[in-house]
């Protein structure tokens, strides 16, 4: 069956991958629906996916309660110079860690079948794709990343003979030998390490099957690794969602936005305005590359074909246009399951409904305390399922972005928007984001940590030289966006929200059109430049304390802010130091 694979390289690949991890069988995958139904099939027999009565073509999947997240501690970046990884990113040298690796992936997938998935990351044929393959022992991941990546024969044809891809290996670490009995969620959460050699550019995944650890299409490909090669090649690879928006004469902008996990990116890509004539279609939820065109803007695309979101939260209130994407065709991983075979989680209506399974597969008691969905349980759908999906979502020139927004989880300090005096300026607002920490990744959940760019997790290199590298960006797209800080999550002292933020965010995104316009009018601050007007028709709320700018805060958090820039050393730009000392002199003034 490999003979059939024009591309030398990867014929070679697999094969050498065969040899090491010795699986049962080898299927290259197809991506038709076909495939798809008889790897849904196999996995409902065999207890892994349960098929949804309410939703069509809709499955559930618990994972093992040890593999819910990311594992932050457990991703490693193996640069050739551990200088090159930076002080954000854990580090082994190569050698070490492709030895390790080899050991754990020998013979790791005995008794399971190896699946061959090529995937392009983007819209095929577009100049801003790229095309990975990925090699698994899961079907699960077989499934989700069907939703996830344009994946089938088709990109082999693409990559014809000579065409370069993304390797990638993902095993979930649990051989299995004559006797062994499977379970639903096969996983080694001790031996799990997510590693990336990002000279080699390849990827190797071992012990986990969730999301982010195992889907490597996402984080791994299209952030880490990707972050490497728009350095090199003069584009960003960014953990942004893209959104269009329309005002009422018909006027349509692109702005892109970053946001740490699980601060409300799906809500904000898909958002039901609450201005009317204003409308928000949505590119995509989490991930943008975008690369420099002739005329010198920056062209994003958004390199996924589905969305992986977050399911507590998610409501008919907080995001209508999700659910409505989720009706049908649709995977959901750690919610709880419902009597008549339908998925619910918390936020999604006001009271539970009776005789809920919870995540873990027990009666759920609603007085335990307990949540019934995992605070991590996801749902993957596609994306041309999502009611306002845009017109050019899947256009392979991708689209001219305006605005880039910068935000995060802060519940003081940050006002709700501001706008950046100029690029160098936007550079130093993304390199300074922090962020109350979620229940994305593992570890403490509601603890403030820097978030830089929201790449904390997600940069392949040093982040040092990631500030550098948006600061060059002018040399390869002379008409940059503007740049923007937001922030819904302020907080009165009794602990109430400020902002209604959801559908109410359109009036902030309507002064950030209005500015790429030169037609909103600002007022400079110390900070940046703040809105003299805002659109809060029909609202009662305090705007004053929306936008107060507490300077001895602000003294506080630049003195912060030093401290945490120390770690960078040399690598730390000039300019981005530059940006905090003009800081803290307009602050003092
Ligand atoms: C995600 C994340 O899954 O950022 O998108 O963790
Ligand atoms: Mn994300």
Not at 33 to 59: H, I, W
Not at 396 to 403: D, H, L, N, T
Request: glycine share 8%.
């Amino acid at each position: 069956m490999l003979e059939a694979l024009q591309n030398q390289k990867l014929e070679a690949w697999i094969h050498e991958m065969i040899e090491l991890t010795k699986p049962a069988g080898v299927h290259i995958c197809d991506g038709s629906q076909e495939e798809y139904d008889t790897l849904c099939a196999q996995m409902v027999e065999r207890g892994v996916f349960t098929k949804l009565a309410q939703r069509p073509n809709s499955y559930y999947a618990a994972s093992d309660p040890r593999d819910v997240a990311r594992m932050e501690k457990r991703t490693f970046i193996c640069s050739e110079n551990e200088i090159d990884a930076g002080p954000t990113n854990n580090w082994m040298p190569p050698q070490e860690m492709e030895t390790k690796l080899r050991s754990l992936f020998e013979g790791c997938m005995h008794g399971r079948t190896l699946y061959v998935i090529p995937f392009s990351m983007g819209p095929l044929g577009s100049e801003i794709a790229h095309i990975g393959v990925e090699l698994t022992d899961s079907p699960y991941v077989v499934c989700n990343m069907r939703i996830m990546t344009r994946m089938g024969l088709e990109i082999l044809d693409l990559l014809g003979e000579e065409g370069g891809f993304i390797p990638s290996i993902h095993s979930v670490g649990v051989p299995l030998h004559v006797g062994d009995h499977d379970v639903a969620w096969p996983c080694n959460p001790e031996e799990t390490l997510v590693v990336h050699f990002p000279e080699k550019r390849s990827i190797w995944s071992f012990g986990s099957g969730y999301g982010g650890n195992a889907l490597l299409g996402k984080k791994c490909f299209a952030l880490r690794i990707a972050s490497v090669m728009g350095r090199d090649e003069g584009w960003l690879a960014e953990h942004m969602l893209i959104v269009g928006i329309t005002n009422p004469e018909g006027k349509k902008k692109y702005f892109a936005a970053a946001f740490p996990s699980a601060c409300g990116k799906t809500n904000l890509a898909m958002l039901e305005s609450k201005l009317p004539g204003w409308k928000v279609e949505c590119v995509g939820d989490d991930i943008a590359w975008m690369k420099p065109r002739l005329d010198g803007q920056l062209y994003a695309i958004n390199p996924e074909a589905g969305f992986f979101g977050v399911a507590p939260g998610t409501s008919l209130k907080s995001n209508p246009n999700a659910l409505r994407t989720c009706n049908e065709n649709s995977i959901f991983t750690n919610v709880a399951l419902t009597e008549n075979g339908d998925v619910w989680w918390e936020g999604l209506t006001e009271t539970p409904p009776d005789n809920l399974i919870d995540w873990q597969g027990n009666p759920w008691d609603p007085a335990s305390g307990k949540p019934a969905a995992h605070p991590n349980s996801r749902f993957t759908a596609p994306a041309h399922q999502c009611p306002v999906i845009d017109p050019a979502w899947e256009d392979p020139e991708g689209v001219p972005i305006s605005a880039i927004l910068f935000g995060g989880r802060r519940d003081s300090v940050i006002p709700l928007v501001y706008e950046a005096f100029d690029w160098n300026h936007g550079t130093f607002l993304g390199a300074t984001i922090s962020s109350q920490t979620t229940a994305a990744a593992t570890g403490a959940v509601g603890k403030l940590r820097h978030d830089p760019f929201a790449m904390l997790p997600f940069c392949g290199y040093n982040m040092g030289d990631y500030f550098g590298h948006w600061l060059s960006m002018p040399q390869y797209a002379p008409k940059l966006p503007k740049i923007f800080a937001v922030n819904w999550f302020q907080k009165s002292p009794e602990g109430k929200y400020l902002w209604p933020g959801f559908g109410d965010n359109i009036r902030v995104l309507k002064w950030i059109f209005e500015r790429c316009e030169e037609r909103a009018e600002a007022e400079e601050s110390a900070i940046g430049y703040l809105p003299k007007q805002l659109d809060i028709s029909g609202l009662s709320l305090n705007l004053e304390a929306l936008f107060q700018i507490d300077k001895k805060e602000w003294l506080k958090e630049v003195a912060e802010i030093r401290v945490y820039f120390e770690q960078f050393g040399a690598r730390l730009p000039e300019g981005i130091c530059r940006e905090l000392d003009a800081l803290e002199k307009r602050l003092n003034q």
